[in-house]
Protein backbone atom coordinates (compact mmCIF):
# COMPACT_ATOMS: atom_id res chain seq x y z
CA UNK A 1 0.00 0.00 0.00
CA UNK A 2 1.95 3.33 -0.91
CA UNK A 3 1.99 6.10 1.86
CA UNK A 4 1.30 9.55 0.79
CA UNK A 5 4.29 12.04 2.54
CA UNK A 6 4.04 15.59 3.47
CA UNK A 7 7.37 16.98 4.32
CA UNK A 8 7.52 20.17 5.73
CA UNK A 9 10.25 22.79 6.05
CA UNK A 10 9.85 26.40 7.22
CA UNK A 11 6.34 26.68 6.26
CA UNK A 12 6.68 24.87 3.03
CA UNK A 13 5.55 21.54 1.90
CA UNK A 14 6.35 18.73 -0.35
CA UNK A 15 4.50 15.50 -1.45
CA UNK A 16 5.55 12.55 -2.05
CA UNK A 17 4.33 9.12 -2.72
CA UNK A 18 6.37 5.65 -2.04
CA UNK A 19 5.69 1.92 -1.39
CA UNK A 20 8.75 1.61 0.69
CA UNK A 21 7.47 -0.05 4.10
CA UNK A 22 9.74 1.34 6.41
CA UNK A 23 7.12 3.03 8.53
CA UNK A 24 5.31 0.51 9.36
CA UNK A 25 6.05 -0.32 13.53
CA UNK A 26 7.37 2.89 13.87
CA UNK A 27 5.56 5.50 15.65
CA UNK A 28 5.16 9.20 16.16
CA UNK A 29 7.91 11.41 16.93
CA UNK A 30 10.34 8.54 16.19
CA UNK A 31 13.32 10.04 13.49
CA UNK A 32 13.86 8.49 9.60
CA UNK A 33 16.65 9.11 7.33
CA UNK A 34 15.65 10.11 4.07
CA UNK A 35 17.80 7.91 2.06
CA UNK A 36 15.67 5.75 3.03
CA UNK A 37 12.83 6.95 1.52
CA UNK A 38 14.31 8.28 -1.61
CA UNK A 39 17.84 8.50 -3.13
CA UNK A 40 17.70 11.99 -3.84
CA UNK A 41 16.99 12.80 0.12
CA UNK A 42 20.19 11.54 1.21
CA UNK A 43 21.56 13.39 4.60
CA UNK A 44 18.01 14.50 5.33
CA UNK A 45 17.18 13.41 8.85
CA UNK A 46 13.09 13.77 9.35
CA UNK A 47 10.52 13.43 12.09
CA UNK A 48 6.92 11.89 12.19
CA UNK A 49 5.12 14.74 13.15
CA UNK A 50 1.36 12.83 12.50
CA UNK A 51 -0.33 10.26 10.10
CA UNK A 52 -4.00 9.28 9.44
CA UNK A 53 -5.58 6.07 8.08
CA UNK A 54 -7.29 4.85 5.52
CA UNK A 55 -10.73 6.45 6.67
CA UNK A 56 -9.04 9.43 7.80
CA UNK A 57 -9.07 9.19 11.54
CA UNK A 58 -5.85 10.95 12.58
CA UNK A 59 -2.97 9.01 15.02
CA UNK A 60 -2.99 10.57 18.54
CA UNK A 61 0.93 10.87 19.96
CA UNK A 62 -0.15 9.68 23.61
CA UNK A 63 -2.38 6.25 22.47
CA UNK A 64 -0.31 3.03 22.71
CA UNK A 65 -0.41 0.64 19.95
CA UNK A 66 -2.11 1.06 16.15
CA UNK A 67 -6.02 0.05 16.99
CA UNK A 68 -8.58 2.10 16.56
CA UNK A 69 -9.62 4.04 20.07
CA UNK A 70 -12.65 6.05 21.37
CA UNK A 71 -11.14 8.33 23.66
CA UNK A 72 -13.08 11.57 25.43
CA UNK A 73 -11.20 14.73 24.15
CA UNK A 74 -11.48 18.40 25.52
CA UNK A 75 -10.13 21.24 24.66
CA UNK A 76 -7.39 21.73 21.95
CA UNK A 77 -6.58 18.29 19.98
CA UNK A 78 -9.35 17.24 17.29
CA UNK A 79 -11.90 19.87 18.83
CA UNK A 80 -13.22 22.34 16.41
CA UNK A 81 -15.49 23.85 19.24
CA UNK A 82 -13.49 25.62 21.83
CA UNK A 83 -16.20 25.90 24.09
CA UNK A 84 -15.35 25.76 28.38
CA UNK A 85 -16.35 22.37 29.61
CA UNK A 86 -17.64 20.95 26.04
CA UNK A 87 -16.00 17.40 26.00
CA UNK A 88 -16.20 15.36 22.95
CA UNK A 89 -16.12 11.03 22.60
CA UNK A 90 -13.67 10.88 19.32
CA UNK A 91 -12.45 8.23 17.42
CA UNK A 92 -8.71 7.98 16.62
CA UNK A 93 -6.18 5.81 16.08
CA UNK A 94 -2.85 4.64 18.41
CA UNK A 95 0.90 6.04 17.35
CA UNK A 96 2.31 3.24 16.02
CA UNK A 97 2.01 3.38 12.00
CA UNK A 98 0.45 0.10 10.74
CA UNK A 99 -0.55 -0.90 6.94
CA UNK A 100 -3.58 0.96 7.87
CA UNK A 101 -2.23 4.24 7.97
CA UNK A 102 -2.57 6.33 4.41
CA UNK A 103 -0.76 9.93 5.15
CA UNK A 104 2.14 10.37 7.22
CA UNK A 105 3.04 13.96 8.00
CA UNK A 106 6.80 14.20 8.05
CA UNK A 107 8.94 17.43 9.77
CA UNK A 108 12.70 18.66 8.29
CA UNK A 109 15.35 18.62 10.99
CA UNK A 110 18.45 18.21 9.54
CA UNK A 111 18.88 19.37 5.33
CA UNK A 112 20.37 17.11 3.09
CA UNK A 113 23.10 17.88 0.22
CA UNK A 114 20.33 19.19 -2.08
CA UNK A 115 17.55 21.78 -1.60
CA UNK A 116 13.96 19.87 -1.37
CA UNK A 117 13.00 22.65 -4.10
CA UNK A 118 15.50 20.83 -6.37
CA UNK A 119 14.15 17.53 -5.82
CA UNK A 120 10.91 18.27 -6.86
CA UNK A 121 10.84 21.26 -8.60
CA UNK A 122 7.23 20.75 -10.00
CA UNK A 123 5.78 21.44 -6.27
CA UNK A 124 5.45 25.17 -4.53
CA UNK A 125 6.04 27.20 -7.83
CA UNK A 126 4.86 31.04 -7.37
CA UNK A 127 1.96 31.41 -8.62
CA UNK A 128 1.46 33.37 -11.78
CA UNK A 129 -0.28 36.71 -11.88
CA UNK A 130 -3.76 36.77 -13.99
CA UNK A 131 -3.28 38.84 -17.12
CA UNK A 132 -5.75 41.78 -16.82
CA UNK A 133 -7.21 43.24 -20.44
CA UNK A 134 -6.84 46.60 -20.68
CA UNK A 135 -10.10 48.19 -21.18
CA UNK A 136 -10.23 51.50 -23.58
CA UNK A 137 -11.57 54.97 -21.78
CA UNK A 138 -14.88 55.40 -22.65
CA UNK A 139 -16.48 58.62 -23.95
CA UNK A 140 -19.45 60.36 -22.95
Known sequence: ???KLNISEKGKAWKLDIE???FLSKNIGDKVHGKELSPELDGYELEITGASDIAGFPH???IEGQALRRVLLKRGWGMRDNTE???LRKTVR???LS???MQI???VLKEGHKKLHDIFPDQNKPKEKPVQAETAPTTA
Open 60 to 62: KKD
Open 99 to 101: DKT
Open 105 to 107: NLK
Open 20 to 22: NEI
Open 85 to 87: GLR
Open 94 to 96: GKQ
Open 1 to 3: MPF
